[in-house]
């Protein structure tokens, strides 16, 4: 018996439609004619979320088997008709790869996965590593796809949560899906281990707008709840379904460093910073403040207006504020370093303080100046306290320690909210996909 390892990235266009997970799941329906089996669940691997080129999240597949010897070439066949027939060649961004790998994945390709979550990789060097394995390698247009599709070979979901995906025709192009809001806030009711369905008002954040063949994901920890909560939910036109297991929501990108040097551009990182400046608003309703580590590197938090809410829990954050702050670091053409905020603890509030007069010990009256060092005169009864001085208030802090989080529909793909249990491996023995509804 031979394992095969089959994937694939870059087939779709943000504007004209498809989706490379849709792409997938055709493959898993015609790859089910071949003697192999899958090994594991399919994988949705997303890599790095600032990748310039990307056409939204980022995403590429692995569907990984087990069959009998020589079967590459008809897997080969299989794969490159499922592409030519779906990718959107037309686009510019589009740029179709597939690599198929055979046998145990190689440590080089476990190297790849890492490194595409935060760096920007160059293709020549990741099909080196692919011709190293011997892997088969079919690039389309720039062959771009390539990185993706070998990364997604060499992913490592040990961290992981599940999206079952349900998919209409690829020809289907409308933005609207005719989904009923009612059943989904049942669903996720009655399926808790189940996140990312509807926001805090009760509307649906797991439906795209866009015209690809993506009818609706949802999202959970655990594989038959989230199975079980995708059948509850009615929606027209099902023509099939996935259940992925995936590295969506568990920070895979995010870089724990020690210090702001540490920060490269189109990296994802998490560090301790204390606030060097007060939050302010700036043009297109962004906000910003300075931050300091203990070395004494500098730079700039940003948050931006997508994240509503977000932006509004910073605002009462201060200078002398201790937090660790999770972000992207933009690229050069920004000046100096900026990390665009993806969600931020307070780990540790400064004492902000305040001066004022105090009452008169005669009357209980206000208190003035009556000149530099000169004491305080009483505004009501006249008292004249020559030694008195104004007292230090502690302001109380409208903000607490802890955790400060966008409302789920700024969430990106990989962004892990607190809200989600440990990790932990579920029992799960139905299928991984199918026709029609699940
Ligand atoms: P979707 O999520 O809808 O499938 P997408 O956002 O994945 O679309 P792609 O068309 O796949 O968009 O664009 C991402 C491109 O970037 C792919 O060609 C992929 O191979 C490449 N890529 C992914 N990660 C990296 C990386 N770290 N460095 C360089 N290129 C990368």
């Not at 949705?44 to 999240?57: A, I, Q």
């Not at 720039?142 to 999206?163: F, P, W």
């Not at 209980?364 to 530099?372: A, H």
Request: charged share 25%.
């Amino acid at each position: 018996m031979t394992i095969y390892h089959v994937a694939v990235d870059s087939t779709d266009s943000a504007t004209l439609g498809m989706c490379t997970t849709y792409l997938g799941a055709v493959l898993l329906d015609r790859l089910s004619e071949l003697p192999m089996e899958l090994l594991s669940p399919p994988e949705l691997v997303r890599l790095n979320p600032n990748v310039p080129w990307k056409t939204r999240g980022n995403g590429a597949f692995c569907l990984r088997y087990e069959g009998e010897e020589g079967l590459l070439d008809e897997i080969l066949f299989i794969a490159e008709n499922v592409i030519w027939d779906l990718s959107v060649f037309e686009d510019p961004q589009t740029n179709p790869g597939l690599v198929i790998l055979k046998g145990q994945v190689p440590t080089s390709f476990r190297d790849i996965y890492h490194r595409a979550l935060h760096e920007i990789l160059d293709l020549d060097a990741v099909k080196e590593v692919g011709n190293s394995a011997n892997a088969f390698m079919k690039g389309w247009k720039n062959e771009r796809g390539l990185i993706g599709a070998l990364a997604a070979v060499g992913a490592d979901l040990s961290l992981h949560t599940y999206e079952a995906m349900l998919y209409r025709p690829a020809a289907v192009k409308d933005r609207k899906r005719q989904v009923d809001a009612k059943t989904l806030r049942e669903a996720s009711k009655r399926y808790p281990s189940t996140f990312f369905n509807v926001d805090a008002a009760g509307n649906p954040v797991c439906i795209p707008h866009s015209p690809c063949p993506v009818i609706l994901g949802i999202r959970g920890i655990d594989p038959s709840d989230t199975l079980e909560a995708s059948r509850m939910v009615k929606a027209d036109g099902i023509e099939r379904w996935v259940l992925w297991k995936t590295n969506q929501h568990t920070d895979a990108h995010i870089e724990y460093v020690k210090d702001l040097t540490s920060l490269r551009p189109f990296s994802s990182i998490s560090t301790e910073v204390t606030i060097s400046s007060p939050p302010v608003y700036r043009e297109g309703g962004h906000l910003f403040f300075d931050v300091i580590d203990p070395q004494g590197n500098t730079a700039t938090c940003a948050a931006y207006e997508p994240t509503k809410g977000f932006r509004k829990n910073l605002t009462a954050l201060a200078p002398g504020d201790k937090l660790r702050v999770w972000g992207s670091v933009r690229s050069e053409d920004v000046p100096g370093i900026t990390i665009n905020l993806e969600k931020v603890e307070v780990r540790e509030l400064a004492i902000l303080k305040t001066l004022s007069n105090p009452r008169c010990p005669k009357c209980g009256g206000p208190t003035e100046s009556m000149g530099r060092d000169q004491g305080l005169r009483c505004k009501r009864c006249g008292f004249r306290g020559a030694g008195m001085e104004p007292v230090e208030n502690i302001m109380e802090r409208e903000v607490k320690p802890g955790l400060i989080e966008p409302p789920p529909d700024a969430w990106r793909h990989l962004f892990r909210p607190s809200c989600l249990p440990a990790n932990k491996e579920r029992e799960y023995a139905g299928s991984w996909w199918g026709s029609g509804a699940p």
